[in-house]
């Protein structure tokens, strides 16, 4: 049976087939603009159980851990009357196994500034007990920064969770290296559970010269090597760092929805004098300062936001400040002495090492302090090479000083990229 319809009826019936279709077209175009501008939810690597948890049931393990080893859950609760809802809530990493009747948590160890954070920079962590689990706790600040065979001996598997900050005098990532190592030659697994870089989207720097290799600087790296602490410590296998070339059996637990681009702001700060994101982005380049005369805000609640010295006073220098001891820096530089220098909240994020400030106030103590030297003997250290002290002294200016990273900085990426999770 043919159906036969009056032109009229015909038109209608287009003109309605073709609304629809425009009608979706919109509805989806409209659901894709909303997907894009809807960011999908960033996870840690400690925050994906599902993929470590079972790697750890019926095994003694050890955790390397500080007060950045945080987990977030989401838990039921009655936000009125006879209605629940659901909270973030987050508990750290160590309470969170320990509790686990399936996982034996036998000790923690600690980095610099010690397991609840709170440690002065370089200041010697002890060992102890956590109050809260009961559980002993090593320090690996202090004399040893390598487990001893005795302290891993009835260890099944060692979890690695710490928020490294991606800058290589940052010293997270050395303690990352003698763990792998101390494990390779017991022949202990280590599962490391990965972390944003807050400094990711960036490389700069000199590369570390081996020769001045310290516990500030262990790798051929340069100051920023825009990698994750999970991607660091494929490149420490790989590139065959362990001593003796030996392998860490490394099972990296990946971040989802990362990229190297992705802003994120640390919910906890990683160290006592990186209070807040702003120091975060500054400290790659003003740690170069903790090699010279002068402060750069420890002792204040400015700390890695404020520079200055009190050994010169000119108009310039408007800004000041008084380093007293504090929270993470028990001993500060120029204590209770007034420093000239900048304020530095409100620079622009940074996507490069900043070495006009420090070239400055290089130029100010020529002409204005009565001190012999600017630079003192850790400059080198952190820096990784005395090229640096010596180009600044020559009186180059910062381009020139970049030019010379180059051909370094290249090799370096191409070395990079072979351990890379995310784009």
Sequence with gaps: MVLKYSKSTYLLLVFSICFKLVSCAQHSTKKIESEKKTPKTLKTGANRTELYLDLLKNKNIAVVA?????????????ISPNVMGVEKVSQHLVDYLHSNKKIKVKRVFAPEHGFRGKADAG???????????????????????????????????VVFDIQDVGVRFYTYISTLHYVMEACAEADIPVILLDRPNPNGHYIDGPVLDMKHKSFVGMHPVPV???MTIGEYGKMINGENWLNNGLQCNLTVIPLENYTHDTAYSLPIKPSPNLPNDKSIN?????????????SV?????????????????????????????NEGAKYPKHKDNVCYGYNLRSVRNLNKINLTWLIDFYNGHKSHSKEKEFFNTFFVKLAGTERLKEQIKQGLTSDEIRSSWEQKIKEFQLKRGKYLLYK
Excluded: A, H, M
């Design 297 to 325: 805000g420890r002792g204040t609640s400015e700390q890695f936001q404020v520079i200055g010295t009190p050994f010169y006073n000119v108009d310039k220098y408007s800004y000041q400040f008084t380093p007293i001891p």
């Design 282 to 294: 500054l400290y790659p380049s003003l740690c170069l300062f903790e090699g010279t005369n002068v």
């Design 66 to 78: 500080n007060q950045t080893s945080i987990i977030e859950k989401l838990q039921r609760k009655e």
């Design 123 to 157: 200041e010697t962590v002890k060992d102890g007990v956590d109050t809260k689990t009961g559980l002993s706790i090593i320090s690996l600040y202090g004399k040893n920064k390598k487990p001893y065979p005795e302290q891993i001996k009835d260890i099944d598997v």
């Design 224 to 226: 920023v090597y825009g």
